[in-house]
């Protein structure tokens, strides 16, 4: 049995009917050319067959004097989590993205260990899919990336098909997840709260001076107040999901151009078609829109779990020129990396969540609609940059479902695969309309920091809307 961590703890606290806490991705798959008819169900079939199911897929929550604890689920029913669906012909990528909206939208089963794994059918193209999703309290994004590359090959392998649930766990999955003795882990978290405790000094010291800078330095984003927006209202049970890949490789020219990072390009690219997106909706504020972005602080040997940071950036959406927009959005994410830069991973993490505990509270309870720290979260998590195959099924695209809440109505999440960045898109399907546009925007906003006289690399649309 194992005590849920206060931050896993408030994704808990946080769902409800309209606001599943759960995050996901959507990988597609190219059937082999020599496959037969069956292929798909003897994939279900082989997938099936794992039954030694490993942490942390085997638990499930109980309470105990109102504490949330993980205990192994003595009466695990692998079909119920592993599913078997068919798109109707043609079988289109619409039609494929409005069956993963409804599927995000729907609450993990409590009672049951909180993940789900469909494997989809009949997409055109000779293809099928695989949606998983896990809640936000068992993994992260970058735990759930992690989980799933390592179920991948990468060679294809006929017969060799891996899953998540059932990997070897490393070494620092079984110390989260009592592989190891009490004692142990009881020292881990003695150890960690010590640290803890020793960084609150460096904390307070790093809070006065950005209050300071927030006086001063009009660039510093964190206690801006964020402009009220139409992305910032409450939210439905409904979602809306939209997914697309861009060129790797032209954004990185882009960045070499600007020098600037890959991630300033994506801020800028979120940036435009936000400002387009409002534009048209006849809703952008006259004060810039101010971007959570969450900051991995996982080193290479974390396991499962939350261990995230957050960046406030300025998206300068009130300027009208797009590269003087990508410079203003630099400036405002250089303020944080500089202050980050001498600070350990336990200094970050306090400072963070002291800047933050206003917002946090505001969306536990909703006491401040008409306040807003950010009003869009746009997340990169870094994914494989060599081709990945399913068994012997080629990986052809990933695309990360993330979160809305009450007052974040739209979600940008993005990663890496090969020499594509797959953008996926999640907002409330009431509170953002025709949130798809915003594909097209990003694409627009990519052909505007092309220099002058470079012709745009075209864009290859994977998936164009959802639902």
């Known amino acids: 049995m194992q005590l849920l961590n206060p931050v896993d703890q408030i994704f808990l606290h946080l769902e409800g009917r309209h606001q599943p806490m759960h995050v996901g991705g959507l990988q597609l798959f190219s059937i082999p050319e020599d496959a037969g008819p ?3 169900r003897e994939v279900v079939t082989k997938a099936r067959s794992f039954t030694d199911v490993q942490p942390p897929f085997n638990r499930r929550l109980k309470y105990r004097f109102g504490q949330p604890f993980w205990v192994d689920d003595e009466s695990f029913d692998l079909e ?11 079988g289109a990528i619409r039609d494929l993205l409005a069956l993963i909206s409804m599927l995000h939208g729907a609450l993990l089963d409590r009672s049951r260990p909180m993940w789900e794994t469909y494997i989809i059918e009949g997409v055109t193209g000779n293809r099928f899919a695989v949606y998983t999703k896990f809640h936000h309290s068992l993994m992260d994004g970058i735990s759930a990336m992690r989980v799933m590359r390592r179920s991948l090959n990468d060679t294809p392998a006929p017969g060799g098909l891996c899953v998540p649930w059932r990997l070897p766990q490393s070494d620092n999955d079984k110390s989260q997840g009592g592989g190891q003795a009490p004692w142990h882990a009881a020292w881990k978290a003695a150890t960690a709260t010590g640290r803890q405790v020793a960084a609150m000094p460096r904390v307070g010291q790093q809070v006065f001076s950005a209050w300071q800078k927030a006086r001063h330095e009009p660039d510093f984003t964190a ?12 939210i439905s049970g409904s979602r809306r999901f939209a997914a697309q890949s861009y060129s790797l490789s032209r954004i990185k020219k882009l960045a070499k ?3 600037a990072t890959v991630n300033d390009i994506v801020l800028a690219m979120c940036a435009s078609a936000l400002r387009d997106y409002l534009i048209s909706q006849d809703a952008l504020p006259e004060a810039p829109l101010v971007a959570m972005l969450p900051v991995s602080l996982h080193t290479a040997d974390s396991g499962t779990g939350n261990k995230v940071a957050m960046i406030f ?13 990508l410079a203003a959005i630099q400036h405002s994410v250089d303020h944080w990396k500089r202050r980050y830069k001498d600070m350990t991973s336990e200094q970050i993490m306090g400072f963070t969540a002291a800047l933050s505990t206003p917002a946090g509270m505001n969306l536990l309870t909703g006491i401040a609609p008409r306040r807003q720290a950010f009003n869009v979260v746009i997340s990169n998590v870094p994914g494989p940059s060599e081709t990945l195959y399913y068994g012997d099924a080629k990986l052809e695209g990933m695309y990360p479902v993330s979160i809305v809440l009450d007052g974040q109505a739209l979600n940008i999440s993005l990663a890496s695969y090969r020499d594509s960045l797959e953008f996926g898109l999640l907002a409330c399907r009431r509170s953002v309309p025709s949130m798809q546009h915003m594909l097209q925007y990003l694409s627009n906003a990519l052909d505007a920091l092309e220099p002058a006289g470079d012709s745009a690399a075209a864009n290859e649309s994977v998936a164009a809307t959802g639902g």
């Open 80 to 90: 119920y989590h592993v599913r078997h669906l068919a798109l109707p012909a043609p």
């Open 313 to 325: 950036a300025s998206l300068a959406t009130d300027v009208v020129d797009p590269v003087e927009r």
């Open 257 to 259: 151009h600007y020098d």
């Open 223 to 234: 206690f801006k107040q964020a402009p009220m927006c139409m992305l910032n209202r409450r």
């Open 38 to 40: 069956d292929y798909v």
